[in-house]
């Protein structure tokens, strides 16, 4: 009997076809406009379906918004990080992607870790598009 590879399998339907909602909600948290990230995730919680992947994103997300909006520094990865230093997202962003990858993690672990992979995913690809935009002035 052959093991089925979970870390090619793509994330539960509910989830890759809310993508915008998602990168929207990581785009407000960095904006700093709590009231519209919670709106999204309101949203985006009716639409989760009720397994332990979905439950773990969910979980990160709400995470994410509240740090960000507590501004608490103590045991929060997020207040810990600089948002401003590429290499140090990318770093990151790889550690969580190997887990997503391990066998080891359980589902809803996996669902958690790949909620954080898109938060930083999405904050190195505004920096990069930042970069890009010919300043004014």
């Known amino acids: 009997m052959s093991k089925k590879n979970k870390s090619n399998e793509k994330p539960p339907v509910s989830l890759s076809s809310t993508r915008a909602l998602t ?10 406009q ?7 995730l309101e ?12 439950r773990g994103y969910m979980r990160a997300l709400n995470g994410i918004i509240l740090t960000q909006k507590s501004g608490e520094e103590r ?16 770093k990151n962003r790889r550690e969580f992607l190997s887990y ?6 359980a589902e ?3 669902g958690f870790f790949s909620a954080w ?5 999405t904050i ?7 970069k890009q935009a010919p300043s004014v002035g």
């Open 124 to 130: 190195l690809k505004t920096r990069e598009k930042a």
């Open 75 to 90: 045991y929060a990865f997020l207040a810990n990080l600089n948002l401003d230093d590429e290499k140090a997202l990318e």
């Open 108 to 110: 809803y672990d996996r």
């Open 34 to 40: 709590f009231a519209e990230a919670e709106r999204i």
């Open 43 to 54: 949203r985006l919680r009716m639409k989760m379906r009720k397994n332990e992947w979905d």
């Open 23 to 32: 990168t929207r909600l990581f785009q407000m948290v960095l904006e700093r």
């Open 100 to 105: 997503l990858k391990s066998d080891f993690h």
């Open 117 to 121: 992979v898109d938060f930083l995913r």
